[in-house]
C-alpha cells in the first residue's frame, strides 16, 4: 500500500468516528467532536504506529495489538479522550500508557508540551523512534511506572491515561494543576468506566462517567518491564 492508499483509508476512519460520535455522544452530554481534534485524527497517519503486518488493518475503527499484551486504542476512543480534555495550544499534558506513540502524536499536534510515561522499555524505544520520524518535536518520553506521573515536570494542565486502574491514583490527582482535567479509565476489569475528573481553582476534585469501556489494566505495583 503507498501514502495515497493510506490517506484514503485514514480519511474513511475519520467518517467513521464522525458517525459513531453522533450516535454515541448525545449520552454523555456532548454534540460532535471539535474540529481541531477530528483534523489532528484526520493527520497523524495511524499506519506508522502500529506493527508493519497490521499496517493494512490500520484504519479500522477498533483496538490492534501492538505487542506485549498491549494494544492500540480505538480511534474513536482516541478521539473521545482527547476531545474531552479540551486542550489549549498552551497546555503541558501528561500522557501514562505511551504505547507506540499514537496518542502522543494526536496531543502534539495540539498541546504545547506532551510528556509521555511508559512501563515497558521496548515500546517505549519504538515510540520514540516513531515519533521523531514524524517530527512530534514536543513529546518526551521516559520509561517508568506511570502510576507516578512525572513529578518533575508537574503540575500539569491535562492527563490522559490509556490503561486502568482499579482506582484513580492519588499521585495524577496531585500533579494535575488546579483547573486541570484528567481523563482516565478506572475500575476492575469487568465493570471499567471511562472517567473524566476535573480539579477546580480550589483544588476540589469531581469525577464524571462517561462511558464503560475495555482497557488493558494499569499495573500499579511494577517496575518497569526491560525487554
Known sequence: MDDDDFSALRAEMVGEIAAEAMLVLQEVGMERFTPQVMDAMGRVPRHQFVPVELQPFAYLNRPLPIGYEK??????????????????????????????GYQAAILSLLAKQVYSVEIIEELAKQAKHRLANLGCSNVEVKVANGCHGWPVHAPFDKIIVTAAPDLIPPSLINQLRAGGKMVIPAGLPESQKLLLVAKDEHGMVTTREILPVRFSQLEENQPPTRV
Not at 74 to 79: G, K, S, Y
Not at 84 to 94: F, N, Q, V, Y
Request: hydrophobic share 45%; no cysteine.
Open 71 to 100: 494494544t492500540i486504542s480505538q480511534p474513536f476512543i482516541v478521539a473521545l479522550m482527547t476531545d474531552l480534555l479540551d486542550i489549549g495550544e498552551e497546555d503541558t499534558i501528561l500522557e501514562i500508557g505511551t504505547g507506540l
